[in-house]
């Protein structure tokens, strides 16, 4: 699994980088919320733990160990 940075163009998801993804590719997007912080790195990760309920989580967990049986020639 690889994570890309990348913003909503009111369309579609560009990547900030250059990516190699194959047309149709599944992936998994997770949007967050744009805050302004005047704190340090750590303090904004903190400031998110315990922000999903356990439901969520759960379901988010569950995803990821379904793509961790993905084989690179699957596709």
Do not use: C
């Not at 315990?50 to 961790?68: F, Q, R, V």
């Amino acid at each position: 699994m690889v994570a890309v940075k990348a913003y909503y163009d009111g369309r579609a998801f560009v990547p900030e980088r250059p990516i190699s993804a194959k047309i149709n590719q599944e992936a998994i997007i997770t949007l967050m919320e744009h805050r302004h912080y005047n704190t340090s790195k750590k303090d904004q990760l903190l400031s998110l733990a315990g922000s999903i309920s356990h439901e969520d989580y759960l379901e988010m967990d569950k995803a990821l160990e379904e793509t961790e049986r993905v084989y690179p020639n699957e596709w």
